[in-house]
């Protein structure tokens, strides 16, 4: 019987695992709760109407279709019985291992104040990122309607909490969809009247990257229209306000569209898995692993990407980043193969080369180590790497040709308010009106 490698969860880590298992004599079941995997660095433009959904997803079962030792099944694990070498299922099946690769990625983090996620989406899903569309959409057309000076400034006042990567892709994308997108498409309101917040608790923006790249990321946000409040930190976030606290002074922010970059935490399954294997957390709920990956004593389970604590390196985690799971999904399945030819593996070297962040039309800062450049040449390079990485041929085409059509219209094709019903409907004449 062929070595059963189960991996749970199909983002970047667990997928590259499955992909670099194609030639090796094992079995592998890949388990994840939704039947396609997610580019999640394109997360923020389907927020902002620049791509569709399916721009940036791939179905499993298409992606692995012809690899003959993969199968792919829609579950969700629910528990691990680490002694019968098994994972379990919530419809109450169970799944037999020789090796296990976990890798089912992270949530978002309130620290301490899950309560504030009704008010504030994160961006980690496709559903996140339908849901902060329909909310950012539906604000311009609430202010639209709204009669009563001081709700409509409400409606147009865009708060995006945390200044890393994924946040200033967001407010810099609400820059251009405000100023440049929305412009001529309405009457009552002017949309470049929109007043984008970031605010971050450090003392810059990227605050990973050089001193350097983070001013110039600032000066090209503040082009934007974008207010950076730096050194500021969220003590409350209500239905219809958020609150600041900078230098030790409050503000209250009237708003109705608040949007959450702050922070991760590691998917629940990473405190069943710490707890059945004996391994450690740290504060975000990753798993302390092994230099191989490994968790604890248990050399079988490997923990890889978003749920995994591994600072052997550095001395420090390594980020949660799109490369990091990529090469310990490769690095895992190395591994497999190695123990299975009789051969030892190195430690896990994560190889940095380089992080890229855009911010806006044309726009963009990169770094890789010695060499730091920002502007339309970087913002190239951020363009055509992100292609590179898509999964499928045939999403790489689709977002060339929207990104060439927004280029040069200045358009975002995919502003659809969907995903529910609308909330919070404005005020005309002093009664509630309906968003239908």
């Given at each position: 019987m062929s070595h059963r490698v189960v991996i749970v969860g199909g983002g970047f880590g667990g997928l590259y695992a499955?992909?670099?298992?194609?030639?090796?004599?094992?079995?592998?079941?890949?388990?994840?709760?939704?039947?396609?995997?997610?580019?999640?660095?394109?997360?923020?433009?389907?927020?902002?109407?620049?791509?569709?959904?399916?721009?940036?997803s791939s179905p499993l079962r298409e992606v692995l279709r012809y690899q003959r030792n993969a199968r792919v099944l829609l579950a969700e694990v629910v528990d691990l019985d680490v002694a019968a070498r098994r994972v379990v299922l919530a419809e109450g099946d169970f799944v037999e291992y020789d090796s296990l690769i976990v890798?089912?990625?992270a949530s978002h983090h309130y620290f301490g104040h899950d309560g504030w996620q009704e008010h504030a989406p994160g961006l980690k899903t496709i559903e996140d990122a339908i849901e902060m569309r329909r909310r950012i959409l539906y604000a311009f057309e609430a202010a639209e309607r709204e009669t009563d000076p001081d709700r409509r400034r409400a409606w147009l006042n865009f708060v995006v909490v945390g200044a890393g990567p994924t946040g200033v892709e967001l407010a810099g994308a609400l820059g251009e969809l405000a100023n440049d997108t929305l412009k001529h498409e309405f009457r009552a309101i002017d949309p470049a009247d929109a007043n984008i917040v970031l605010v971050e608790g450090t003392d810059r923006v990227l605050p990973t990257y050089p001193a350097d790249l983070?001013?110039?990321?600032?000066?090209?946000?503040?082009?934007?229209?974008?207010?950076?409040?730096?050194?500021?930190?969220?003590?409350?976030?209500?239905?219809?306000?958020?609150?600041i606290e900078s230098h030790s002074d409050l503000f209250v922010v009237p708003t109705r569209c608040v949007l959450w970059a702050a922070g991760v935490q590691a998917s629940p399954l990473a405190k069943l898995a710490a707890g059945q294997t004996g391994g450690e957390q740290d504060a975000a709920g990753r798993i302390l692993v092994n230099p191989d990956l490994s968790v604890a004593d248990h050399s079988e389970i490997m923990v890889i990407g978003d749920m995994a604590h591994f600072a052997h390196q550095t001395g420090r985690p390594l980020p949660?980043?799109?490369?990091?799971?990529?090469?310990?999904?490769?690095?895992?399945?190395?591994?497999?193969?190695?123990?299975?030819?009789?051969?030892?593996?190195?430690?896990f070297e994560y190889i940095d080369r380089g992080s890229l962040a855009t911010i806006g039309r044309s726009a963009a800062v990169a770094d890789f180590g010695r060499l730091r450049f920002s502007g339309f040449s970087a913002w190239v390079l951020w363009l055509s790497i992100h292609l590179l990485f898509l999964i499928e041929f045939r999403n790489r085409i689709l977002?060339?040709?929207?990104?060439?059509?927004?280029?040069?219209?200045?358009?975002?094709?995919?502003?659809?308010?969907?995903?529910?019903?609308?909330?919070?409907?404005?005020?005309?004449?002093?009664?509630?009106?309906?968003?239908n």
């Open positions: 499955a992909q670099k298992l194609k030639r090796a004599n094992v079995d592998v079941t890949l388990l994840d709760r939704r039947n396609f995997h997610v580019f999640q660095p394109l997360l923020y433009q389907v927020a902002t109407g620049g791509l569709s959904p399916g721009n940036i890798a089912a990625g983070s001013a110039k990321a600032h000066r090209s946000l503040r082009r934007l229209g974008v207010t950076v409040r730096l050194g500021a930190y969220v003590t409350d976030v209500k239905p219809e306000a958020i609150t949660g980043v799109a490369p990091v799971a990529m090469q310990q999904g490769r690095y895992a399945a190395k591994r497999i193969a190695n123990q299975l030819a009789g051969r030892s593996s190195p430690p977002v060339t040709i929207q990104w060439a059509w927004s280029y040069f219209t200045r358009n975002r094709g995919t502003r659809l308010i969907s995903g529910g019903p609308s909330w919070g409907a404005p005020t005309t004449g002093g009664e509630e009106d309906s968003p």
